[in-house]
């Protein structure tokens, strides 16, 4: 019987991973890193690597006469399969390509996952792409659905299904009786499911929503070039992981801004304004009642999905 | 009487090493190293653990299939299916890129294995660049990104198809070889394995699998951690403010593209935040470029190819996206 050293190493990161995976899920603290919708995905990798590693179990151990029967080496010159099968011998070179594939290891165990944060909202450029987006595209589309609101004007009654939904994943009519409740409703409520679709939709006529009451929860960030009883109240939004987590959020006005931690959550009640910044048109929120909370459950935003078919 | 022994002792073997891995789990809930660490460090990981999560399960699709190409597709296979024309042979495997739905972490496994069972380099760099820009899921969430408007979506796959046959008809020409770093003996190794039953085969294809992940591994790593450094470091703010002309907000979306690093399903909505600071000519590039090459693939490509012909492709696809974009955006 012959001990493979290396083999027994990579078992032993094979594991690692899929009990890190499993870790993360299983706290809950993967939704710090993904998108819950892709959950699946990394559960599955998480069984795969489990499956893999009572796979490499057995190569840890082999009989003398056998080392050699793995089919590619039948014949020693005939290496065809150009990859290394950790029976080569160690070195330094190997020590490193190791000490790498568990650096992750140790950082994911030890390290607690953090939410970001307005510097990396800064990083990511601020409020330069936070202003409104492909608002001339959208116009066409916005008649249409005008034209339906007028056809059903009832749907009020729908609020609280909708804002049940799960995965976050709507039909059409759904997602047209959503953006129709937003366009009746006198008080807008940016509850998380809704906010990034909201947002959009705002954007696309700022002057429609001028004089509503609104009401969110954000973090305090701040830029060069607002005014001092000024802040942004922001949230990222993550498509599959935080790595693509864009920023979105709204101009703020009240008079304790400066005082204002940056990073703070607030929870806020507020009316809608246009606002003009560096040149572009921004909607701007004058706040009348605001309180400090804590950081959400959930601090981030996902996109809901329309399903096309 | 060896055969039990061996049983037992790889039984014995796997729980001490289960052991071991539950034992460092416990230590680490238990021992949380939190506070001296600065918050940018922590955000640094974070977004680090992020792309290598979100990148896993799309490495293992790859390595998996890598594994099956390598036990059960063999090189006559090969030399009949991919035709001698060159041209033919690019067109063929764009097209065959743009209807297997792959993911750019996943897809250099795959293409090594397909090199590495003669199929000829121009080939598998069309491939290569068509698998993970032009499949449904990135044609959707362009689609919705984009306020649900084909012409952004369209233009990406259309001209994405265009600069693949470029790229891969100027690879034709100037490289010849598989440009592979370790160079693989082709002699046909497989008529060996034919005698060998199918689940002797299955299992191998599995401990193939395994070898390709870490060989891989390392630099997908290597790749992610580089990627977060640049996002929490870098200030992509400093770059808008320097791209204000055609030129210049071309080269920083597709400076963007590159280091970001950004999954090919995700990037629409990143490129569509950029969408009123930028000309769509720039957000194309950004779209364009993104899923053909990025930080942690050329990384990965490193692990495979040569050094040389790594930067030569990446040259390629940088200059014909750039000249492609300029020559068409006053049409958009």
């Not at chain 1, 059903?152 to 609020?159: A, G, W």
């Not at chain 2, 590495?116 to 499949?135: D, S």
């Not at chain 2, 951690?225 to 080269?251: D, R």
């Not at chain 2, 280091?259 to 990143?270: G, H, Q």
């Amino acid at each position: 019987m012959r001990f493979h050293f290396q083999q027994a190493v990579r078992a032993f990161i094979l594991l690692a991973f899929s009990v890190m995976l499993f870790k993360l899920h299983f706290t809950g603290e993967m939704t710090k890193f993904i998108n819950p919708k892709y959950e699946g995905l990394s559960q599955s990798a998480s069984v795969l690597f489990l499956i893999l590693f009572i796979i490499q179990t057995t190569r840890i151990w082999t009989i003398k006469d056998n080392s050699h029967h793995h089919h590619c080496h039948q014949d020693a010159h005939d290496h065809n399969c150009s990859h290394d099968h950790g029976d080569s011998p160690f070195n330094t070179k190997k020590l490193i390509a190791y000490l790498v594939i568990v650096f992750p290891l140790i950082t994911g165990f030890l390290l607690p996952p953090k939410v970001l944060d307005a510097s990396i909202a800064d990083k990511k450029g601020g409020l330069a792409v936070l202003s409104n987006q492909k608002s001339e595209n959208k116009q066409e589309e916005k008649a249409a659905a005008n034209n339906n609101q007028q056809e059903d004007p009832v749907i009020n009654e729908e609020l609280v299904d909708l804002s049940r939904i799960e995965d976050n994943v709507y039909t059409n009519e759904e997602y047209e009786q959503l953006i129709q409740q937003l366009e009746q409703s006198s008080t807008i409520e940016m509850n998380d499911n809704v906010f990034s679709t909201y947002y959009e939709e705002m954007h696309m006529d700022l002057d429609k929503f001028k004089g509503r009451e609104i009401n969110l929860k954000g973090f305090v960030y701040k830029e060069d070039g607002l005014e001092q009883n000024q802040l942004v109240l922001a949230r990222f939004l993550i498509t599959h992981c935080v790595a693509d987590a864009g920023i979105i959020g709204f101009i703020s006005e009240l008079p304790e801004a400066s005082s204002l931690e940056v990073n703070t959550w607030i929870e806020a009640k507020g009316v809608l304004d246009t606002t003009n910044y560096n040149g572009t048109k921004f909607p701007i929120i004058k706040i009348t009642k605001w309180k400090v909370i804590g950081e959400p459950k959930e601090p981030y935003l996902y996109p809901i999905s329309v399903k096309v078919l | 009487m060896y055969r039990i022994v061996r049983n037992n002792i790889i039984e014995f073997t796997g729980i001490m090493i289960i052991v071991l891995v539950l034992l460092l789990l416990s230590l680490s809930t238990s021992f949380k190293i939190s506070y001296d660490i600065p918050p940018s460090l922590l955000n640094l990981n974070t977004i680090f653990l992020s792309i290598l999560i979100e990148a896993l399960p799309f490495v293992l699709i790859g390595v998996l299939i890598a594994g099956v190409i390598q036990i059960f597709v063999t090189e006559e296979h090969i030399q009949r299916w991919i035709p001698k024309n060159k041209v033919l042979a690019i067109i063929m495997s764009c097209i065959i890129g743009a209807l297997f739905p792959a993911c750019e972490c996943g897809i250099v496994p795959i293409v090594r294995r397909l090199v590495g069972k003669g199929v000829p380099i121009h080939a598998a760099i069309g491939f290569m660049l068509t698998g993970p820009l032009i499949n449904p899921i990135v044609i959707a969430s362009t689609y919705m990104a984009f306020g649900n408007d084909f012409k952004i979506a369209g233009l990406r796959m259309g001209l994405g198809f265009f600069v693949a046959l470029m790229v891969a008809l100027v690879v034709s020409i100037i490289f010849r070889g598989n440009q592979l770093k370790t160079p693989i003996h082709t002699r046909s190794s497989h008529t060996l394995s034919k005698k060998e039953s199918l689940s002797t085969r299955f299992w191998s294809m599995l401990t193939h699998s395994i070898d390709e992940f870490f060989d891989m591994g390392k630099y997908l790593v290597m790749g992610a951690f580089l990627a977060a450094f640049v996002q929490t470091y870098l200030p992509a703010k400093a770059l808008l403010e320097a791209g204000s002309g055609t030129v210049s907000s071309l080269s920083v979306m597709m400076g963007l593209a590159y280091v970001l690093s950004l999954c090919s399903e995700a990037d629409a909505f990143i490129g569509a935040s950029f969408s009123n600071i930028f000309p769509t000519s720039a957000i194309l590039g950004f779209l364009i470029f993104g899923p053909m090459m990025d930080l942690k693939n050329t990384l990965m490509m490193l692990s495979v190819f040569r050094v040389k012909f790594v930067i030569g492709v990446l040259a390629l696809i940088i200059s014909i996206i750039f000249i492609t974009i300029m020559l068409v955006q006053s049409f958009i």
